[in-house]
Protein backbone atom coordinates (compact mmCIF):
# COMPACT_ATOMS: atom_id res chain seq x y z
CA UNK A 1 0.00 0.00 0.00
CA UNK A 2 1.45 3.21 -0.57
CA UNK A 3 2.38 6.02 1.96
CA UNK A 4 0.19 9.19 1.21
CA UNK A 5 2.75 12.07 1.36
CA UNK A 6 1.37 15.16 2.76
CA UNK A 7 0.73 18.14 1.00
CA UNK A 8 2.40 21.58 1.50
CA UNK A 9 -1.35 22.75 2.27
CA UNK A 10 -1.26 19.47 5.59
CA UNK A 11 2.20 20.48 6.58
CA UNK A 12 1.70 24.43 6.64
CA UNK A 13 -1.37 23.82 8.74
CA UNK A 14 0.07 21.46 10.83
CA UNK A 15 3.24 24.11 11.28
CA UNK A 16 0.12 26.87 12.35
CA UNK A 17 -1.31 24.92 14.77
CA UNK A 18 2.41 24.06 16.39
CA UNK A 19 3.24 27.66 16.36
CA UNK A 20 0.03 29.23 17.47
CA UNK A 21 0.54 26.01 20.82
CA UNK A 22 4.15 27.52 21.11
CA UNK A 23 2.55 31.32 20.82
CA UNK A 24 0.15 30.45 23.53
CA UNK A 25 2.53 28.83 25.98
CA UNK A 26 4.96 31.84 25.77
CA UNK A 27 2.38 34.21 26.32
CA UNK A 28 -0.04 32.36 28.79
CA UNK A 29 3.50 30.92 30.99
CA UNK A 30 3.02 32.48 33.76
CA UNK A 31 -0.42 32.01 34.01
CA UNK A 32 0.21 28.10 33.82
CA UNK A 33 2.92 28.35 36.00
CA UNK A 34 1.00 29.68 38.61
CA UNK A 35 -2.07 27.29 38.17
CA UNK A 36 0.31 24.08 38.63
CA UNK A 37 1.77 25.46 41.55
CA UNK A 38 -1.90 26.20 43.35
CA UNK A 39 -2.93 22.93 42.42
CA UNK A 40 0.16 21.12 44.03
CA UNK A 41 0.37 23.45 47.04
CA UNK A 42 -3.95 22.08 46.97
CA UNK A 43 -2.59 18.87 47.40
CA UNK A 44 0.14 18.83 49.71
CA UNK A 45 -2.51 20.89 51.93
CA UNK A 46 -4.90 18.06 51.71
CA UNK A 47 -2.34 15.61 52.83
CA UNK A 48 -1.32 17.59 55.30
CA UNK A 49 -4.39 18.34 56.69
CA UNK A 50 -5.00 14.49 57.03
CA UNK A 51 -2.03 13.72 58.37
CA UNK A 52 -1.50 16.19 61.13
CA UNK A 53 -5.77 16.78 61.67
CA UNK A 54 -7.87 13.68 60.63
CA UNK A 55 -5.85 11.04 61.13
CA UNK A 56 -5.45 11.90 65.01
CA UNK A 57 -9.08 12.73 65.00
CA UNK A 58 -9.91 9.13 63.63
CA UNK A 59 -7.91 7.78 66.10
CA UNK A 60 -9.48 10.14 69.27
CA UNK A 61 -13.18 9.06 67.97
CA UNK A 62 -12.10 5.56 68.01
CA UNK A 63 -10.74 5.46 71.90
CA UNK A 64 -14.00 7.27 72.89
CA UNK A 65 -15.76 4.57 71.19
CA UNK A 66 -13.74 2.01 73.23
CA UNK A 67 -15.40 3.10 76.23
CA UNK A 68 -19.26 3.72 74.80
CA UNK A 69 -18.90 0.81 73.38
CA UNK A 70 -18.40 -1.25 76.42
CA UNK A 71 -21.31 0.32 78.52
CA UNK A 72 -23.45 -0.24 75.57
CA UNK A 73 -22.64 -4.30 75.89
CA UNK A 74 -23.23 -4.02 79.53
CA UNK A 75 -26.62 -2.50 78.75
CA UNK A 76 -25.52 1.04 80.48
CA UNK A 77 -27.58 2.88 77.69
CA UNK A 78 -27.37 6.16 79.13
CA UNK A 79 -23.85 6.66 80.47
CA UNK A 80 -22.92 4.93 77.37
CA UNK A 81 -25.37 8.14 75.06
CA UNK A 82 -24.10 10.86 77.37
CA UNK A 83 -20.62 9.90 79.32
CA UNK A 84 -20.19 11.16 82.37
CA UNK A 85 -18.90 14.48 81.65
CA UNK A 86 -15.26 13.84 83.62
CA UNK A 87 -13.37 10.60 82.18
CA UNK A 88 -15.15 9.90 79.00
CA UNK A 89 -17.53 11.44 76.36
CA UNK A 90 -20.40 9.32 75.01
CA UNK A 91 -21.95 8.30 71.53
CA UNK A 92 -24.20 11.96 71.40
CA UNK A 93 -20.49 13.32 72.00
CA UNK A 94 -18.75 11.35 69.33
CA UNK A 95 -21.56 12.38 66.50
CA UNK A 96 -20.92 16.11 67.79
CA UNK A 97 -17.34 16.07 68.12
CA UNK A 98 -16.27 14.08 65.34
CA UNK A 99 -18.98 14.27 62.74
CA UNK A 100 -16.19 13.64 60.00
CA UNK A 101 -15.08 10.40 60.88
CA UNK A 102 -15.88 6.93 60.48
CA UNK A 103 -16.30 6.15 63.90
CA UNK A 104 -18.93 9.14 64.47
CA UNK A 105 -20.94 7.26 61.44
CA UNK A 106 -21.23 4.32 63.49
CA UNK A 107 -21.92 5.96 67.10
CA UNK A 108 -25.28 7.54 65.34
CA UNK A 109 -25.99 3.33 65.30
CA UNK A 110 -25.14 3.22 68.59
CA UNK A 111 -27.11 6.27 69.91
CA UNK A 112 -30.24 5.52 68.02
CA UNK A 113 -30.35 1.90 69.57
CA UNK A 114 -29.67 3.55 72.92
CA UNK A 115 -32.14 5.37 72.76
CA UNK A 116 -34.73 2.78 71.17
CA UNK A 117 -33.53 0.72 74.32
CA UNK A 118 -34.86 3.59 76.83
CA UNK A 119 -38.09 4.03 74.89
CA UNK A 120 -37.34 7.59 73.45
CA UNK A 121 -38.45 6.72 69.86
CA UNK A 122 -38.65 10.16 67.97
CA UNK A 123 -34.82 10.48 69.62
CA UNK A 124 -33.90 6.72 68.45
CA UNK A 125 -35.17 7.91 64.65
CA UNK A 126 -33.38 10.79 64.61
CA UNK A 127 -30.13 9.20 64.90
CA UNK A 128 -31.36 6.12 63.05
CA UNK A 129 -31.89 7.76 59.66
CA UNK A 130 -28.79 9.75 59.61
CA UNK A 131 -26.71 6.34 59.93
CA UNK A 132 -25.44 5.95 56.06
CA UNK A 133 -23.37 2.26 55.51
CA UNK A 134 -23.52 0.11 52.55
CA UNK A 135 -23.51 -3.10 53.44
CA UNK A 136 -25.59 -6.48 54.53
CA UNK A 137 -26.01 -6.43 58.23
CA UNK A 138 -25.29 -3.32 59.52
CA UNK A 139 -27.41 -1.20 57.65
CA UNK A 140 -30.21 -3.29 57.15
CA UNK A 141 -30.60 -4.35 61.00
CA UNK A 142 -30.99 -0.07 61.32
CA UNK A 143 -33.24 0.32 58.77
CA UNK A 144 -35.08 -2.46 60.47
CA UNK A 145 -35.17 -1.12 63.98
CA UNK A 146 -36.71 2.57 62.31
CA UNK A 147 -39.58 0.31 61.70
CA UNK A 148 -39.58 -0.97 64.93
CA UNK A 149 -39.52 2.60 66.52
CA UNK A 150 -42.89 3.68 63.77
CA UNK A 151 -44.61 0.75 65.16
CA UNK A 152 -43.72 1.55 69.02
CA UNK A 153 -44.92 5.09 68.70
CA UNK A 154 -48.48 3.43 66.38
CA UNK A 155 -49.11 1.89 70.10
CA UNK A 156 -47.89 4.30 72.18
CA UNK A 157 -51.35 4.96 72.49
CA UNK A 158 -53.56 1.71 72.82
CA UNK A 159 -56.62 3.56 72.55
CA UNK A 160 -55.84 5.00 69.76
CA UNK A 161 -53.19 3.25 67.63
CA UNK A 162 -51.86 5.96 64.41
CA UNK A 163 -52.24 3.28 61.18
CA UNK A 164 -50.08 5.42 59.25
CA UNK A 165 -46.98 4.67 61.48
CA UNK A 166 -47.85 1.17 61.18
CA UNK A 167 -47.38 1.33 57.63
CA UNK A 168 -44.32 3.14 57.74
CA UNK A 169 -42.74 0.49 59.78
CA UNK A 170 -44.16 -1.97 57.50
CA UNK A 171 -41.86 -0.01 55.14
CA UNK A 172 -39.05 0.42 56.80
CA UNK A 173 -39.04 -3.80 57.65
CA UNK A 174 -39.75 -4.73 53.77
CA UNK A 175 -37.08 -2.10 52.67
CA UNK A 176 -34.27 -3.72 55.87
CA UNK A 177 -35.23 -6.95 54.09
CA UNK A 178 -34.48 -6.45 50.16
CA UNK A 179 -30.88 -5.06 51.87
CA UNK A 180 -29.85 -7.59 53.71
CA UNK A 181 -31.42 -10.47 51.11
CA UNK A 182 -30.23 -13.46 53.46
CA UNK A 183 -31.25 -15.95 55.83
CA UNK A 184 -30.29 -14.46 59.17
CA UNK A 185 -32.06 -10.84 58.80
CA UNK A 186 -34.54 -10.75 55.83
CA UNK A 187 -36.90 -13.59 57.77
CA UNK A 188 -36.79 -11.46 61.03
CA UNK A 189 -38.31 -8.53 59.17
CA UNK A 190 -40.60 -10.33 56.64
CA UNK A 191 -42.27 -11.44 59.83
CA UNK A 192 -42.40 -8.05 61.21
CA UNK A 193 -43.63 -6.75 58.55
CA UNK A 194 -46.47 -9.70 58.19
CA UNK A 195 -47.06 -9.54 62.24
CA UNK A 196 -47.73 -5.37 61.68
CA UNK A 197 -50.26 -6.36 58.15
CA UNK A 198 -52.56 -8.61 60.49
CA UNK A 199 -52.41 -5.79 63.15
CA UNK A 200 -54.10 -3.71 60.86
CA UNK A 201 -56.16 -6.43 59.58
CA UNK A 202 -54.58 -6.98 56.18
CA UNK A 203 -54.60 -10.39 56.04
CA UNK A 204 -53.61 -10.94 52.24
CA UNK A 205 -50.94 -8.90 52.43
CA UNK A 206 -49.63 -10.72 55.91
CA UNK A 207 -50.57 -14.48 54.27
CA UNK A 208 -48.23 -13.18 50.65
CA UNK A 209 -45.19 -11.47 53.71
CA UNK A 210 -45.28 -15.01 55.44
CA UNK A 211 -45.43 -17.33 52.02
CA UNK A 212 -42.63 -15.22 51.04
CA UNK A 213 -40.68 -16.59 53.59
CA UNK A 214 -41.60 -19.63 52.64
CA UNK A 215 -40.47 -19.69 49.59
CA UNK A 216 -36.91 -17.56 49.88
CA UNK A 217 -36.19 -18.41 53.62
CA UNK A 218 -37.23 -21.93 54.59
CA UNK A 219 -33.72 -23.05 55.88
CA UNK A 220 -34.36 -20.03 58.00
CA UNK A 221 -35.87 -20.37 61.71
CA UNK A 222 -38.65 -18.19 60.68
CA UNK A 223 -39.24 -20.71 57.81
CA UNK A 224 -39.23 -23.53 59.83
CA UNK A 225 -42.63 -22.67 61.21
CA UNK A 226 -44.12 -20.20 59.05
CA UNK A 227 -47.02 -22.84 57.60
CA UNK A 228 -48.74 -22.05 61.00
CA UNK A 229 -48.44 -17.87 60.47
CA UNK A 230 -49.95 -18.45 57.16
CA UNK A 231 -52.88 -20.58 57.92
CA UNK A 232 -53.65 -18.47 60.48
CA UNK A 233 -53.47 -15.40 58.54
CA UNK A 234 -55.36 -17.50 55.41
CA UNK A 235 -58.44 -18.60 58.03
CA UNK A 236 -58.78 -14.76 58.43
CA UNK A 237 -58.85 -13.77 54.36
CA UNK A 238 -62.67 -12.55 53.37
Same mark, same amino acid.
Given at each position: ?105 ? %?? !? /?????? +? *? ?6 ? &???? $? ?63 ? %?? !? /?????? +? *? ?6 ? &???? $? ?22
Amino acid at each position: MATKVPNSSTEQNVGEIFSRSEQFIEKYQKHIIIGVGAIILLVVAILGVRHAYLIPKEREAENAMFRAEDLFAQNQYKLALGGDSISYIGFEAIVDQYGFTKSAGL %AK !A /YAGICY +Y *KLGDFESA &LKYL $KDFDADDNMISPAVIGLIGDCYVDLAYADQSNVDQGKVEQGIDYFNKAASRADNDLLSPIFLKKA %AL !A /YESLGN +Y *KKAVETYS &LIKE $KYSNSLEGSNVEKYIDRAQSQVK
